[in-house]
């Protein structure tokens, strides 16, 4: 069955990082687009960043982007979220996805949260 597993959220203060850990299994990782998703509270889940299968090529929320960067390790079944200059608003649970046989896969969540 198909598994994703993050790790890696935590307390952090403002313009600090984290790196984020998705471990999947369960399905061929390195012929599925993968994607990092959050929901912040009182707020709708947006998808935060995504990597794609076929090439490698990455998409970002325009929130994000230059302080963040997804990668993943096909040999490993790993994707990561690197998270630099934190900022308050990024505080919020973050989720690993996939779309594996038409059907959307989450993780369980890790909660990040960024101080001022």
């Known amino acids: 069955q198909v598994q994703l597993v993050e790790s890696g959220g935590g307390l952090v203060q403002s313009g600090g990082s984290l790196r984020l850990s998705c471990a999947a299994s369960g399905f061929t990782f390195s012929t599925v687009t993968m994607s990092w998703y959050r929901r912040a509270p009182g707020k709708e889940r947006e998808l935060v960043a995504f990597?794609?299968?076929?090439?490698?090529?990455?998409n970002y929320v325009d929130s994000v982007k230059g302080r963040f960067t997804i990668s993943r390790d096909d040999a490993r079944n790993m994707v990561y979220l690197q998270m630099n200059s934190l900022k308050p608003e990024d505080t919020a649970v973050y989720y690993c996805?996939?779309?594996?046989?038409?059907?959307?896969?989450w993780g369980q969540g890790t909660q990040v949260t960024v101080s001022s």
């Open positions: 996805s996939a779309w594996v046989d038409l059907r959307r896969y």
């Open positions: 990597i794609t299968d076929v090439d490698g090529s990455t």
